[in-house]
C-alpha cells in the first residue's frame, strides 16, 4: 500500500492521527500560514492536504503545488476549495458530508430552546444584575414558550434538516419542510431501549413554511442570494423565530435585524455570518440573538466520525 505525506492543516482529531500514522503515512498537523502553504506542500512532498473551512484552497495556490493528488474537507461545504480547477489539475477532492449533521441538528435545537426561555439574554444578564435585580430579572424572562405542539419549519431537508426534524418530532413538534428537490422523506427515530418509530414526512412549498411555523431553521448550501429576505419574514406568523445554521447570507442579516426591531420575530439565533470572521457589533451585542461562533460541527463526536471518514478515505486512495 501506497505511503502518504499528508497535512492537516487545520486540525485533526488525535484517533485519526494515530489510524493514518499507524498505517504507516507521515502525517503534519501543524499550522502553515497561506503564505508559507505552497513551499511547504512542495518540500515535503505532501500528497494529501486535509482542511476544514479556515484554509482557502484557491487558484494560485493550484498552480503552485506539484505533489498534490488529493484535498480532503473535513466537513461538508466546499466553498473555501476551488474544486473545479482543483479536478481540472487532476487533484481528486473528497468531503465528509455526514459526519457532523447530527452536531449541527444538536446546536440548533440548543439555540430553539433557548431562545423560547430568552436563556441567551438571562445569560448576559444575570453576571451584570442577578445578585442586584434578581426578581426584575425573573418577571423580565417568566413569559417563556414551550415548543411542544409548536411547529418547526425546516427550509432545506437534506442530511442536517432531517436530524433536526427528527430530533423535534422527538420533542412532539409538528415540522412543515421545504426543499425543491426533495418531495419525501421516511425519518426513523432510534430510541434508547432498542424501538424505532417511522415518520413520513412530505415536503411542502416554502410559502407553506413561511406561513405557518412557530420557528424556522435553514440548511441550505450557500446561495447567491438570501433564501430569507424581507418579503419572506413578512409571510411569517408574529412572534416566530428564525434559526441561522447554515451558511452565512442565507438569511438577510439586515431585514433580520430590523423584523427582531420591530418586533415581528421575536428571536432569532446565529451561528454563521454573512461577514465571517469579523461579523458586525450590531449583531454580537443584540440582546434577542442567541449566537455562537460557526461552531455546528465542532463537537468531539462529530471531530472522531470525520476522522474515521479521512481515515477510510485515505486508505482507499489508491484502489
Ligand atoms: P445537504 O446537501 O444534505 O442538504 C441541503 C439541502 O438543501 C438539499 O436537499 C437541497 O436540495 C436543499 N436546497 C438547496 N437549495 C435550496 C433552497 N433554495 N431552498 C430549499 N432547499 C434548498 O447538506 P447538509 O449536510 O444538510 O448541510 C446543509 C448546510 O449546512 C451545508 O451546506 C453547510 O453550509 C451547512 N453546515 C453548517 C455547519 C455549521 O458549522 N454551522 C456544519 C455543517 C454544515
Given at each position: 500500500m501506497a505511503q502518504h505525506h499528508i497535512l492537516a492543516n487545520d486540525g485533526l482529531a488525535g484517533s485519526a492521527r494515530e489510524a493514518l500514522e499507524k498505517a504507516g503515512h507521515t502525517v503534519y498537523t501543524r499550522k502553515i500560514e497561506p503564505e508559507n502553504l505552497a513551499d511547504f506542500i512542495n518540500d515535503k512532498n505532501i500528497d494529501v492536504l486535509i482542511v476544514r473551512s479556515a484554509t482557502k484552497v484557491r487558484k494560485d495556490l493550484l498552480d503552485k503545488?506539484?505533489?498534490?493528488?488529493m484535498i480532503i474537507?473535513?466537513?461538508?461545504?466546499?466553498?473555501?476549495?476551488?474544486v473545479d480547477y482543483a479536478k481540472q489539475k487532476g487533484i481528486l477532492v473528497r468531503n465528509?458530508?455526514?459526519?457532523?449533521s447530527h452536531s449541527v441538528a444538536e446546536l440548533v435545537m440548543a439555540h430553539l430552546l433557548c431562545g423560547v426561555r430568552f436563556l441567551h439574554d438571562a445569560n448576559r444578564e444575570m453576571p451584570l444584575r442577578g445578585d442586584t435585580a434578581f426578581k426584575e430579572l425573573k418577571k423580565k424572562y417568566s413569559k417563556g414558550r414551550e415548543v411542544k405542539g409548536k411547529t418547526l419549519g425546516i427550509i432545506g431537508f437534506g442530511r442536517i434538516g432531517r436530524e433536526v426534524a427528527k430530533m423535534a418530532i422527538g420533542l412532539e413538534m409538528k415540522v412543515l419542510a421545504h426543499d425543491p428537490y426533495i418531495k419525501e422523506a421516511d425519518l426513523t427515530l432510534h430510541f434508547f431501549d432498542g424501538q424505532t418509530a417511522t415518520f413520513h414526512i412530505q415536503t411542502v412549498s416554502k410559502e407553506e413554511v413561511l406561513r405557518n411555523a412557530d420557528f424556522i431553521t435553514l440548511h441550505v448550501?450557500?446561495?447567491?442570494?438570501?433564501?430569507?429576505g424581507e418579503e419572506e419574514i413578512n409571510m411569517m406568523k408574529d412572534g416566530a423565530a428564525i434559526i441561522n445554521a447554515?451558511?452565512?447570507?442565507v438569511v438577510d442579516e439586515v431585514a433580520l435585524y430590523k423584523a427582531l426591531e420591530k418586533g415581528k420575530l421575536s428571536f432569532a439565533a446565529l451561528?454563521?455570518?454573512?461577514?465571517?470572521?469579523?461579523?458586525p457589533v450590531q449583531l454580537l451585542m443584540y440582546p434577542k440573538l442567541s449566537l455562537s461562533?460557526?461552531?455546528?460541527?465542532?463537537?468531539v463526536e462529530a471531530q472522531e466520525r470525520i476522522g474515521e471518514e479521512i481515515v477510510g478515505i485515505v486508505q482507499n486512495m489508491d484502489n
Open positions: 503545488v506539484k505533489p498534490l493528488k474537507r473535513a466537513g461538508v461545504g466546499l466553498d473555501n476549495i476551488d465528509t458530508p455526514a459526519a457532523s448550501p450557500a446561495q447567491d442570494k438570501p433564501v430569507i447554515a451558511r452565512g447570507g451561528d454563521v455570518f454573512a461577514d465571517e470572521p469579523t461579523p461562533p460557526h461552531i455546528g460541527a465542532s463537537t
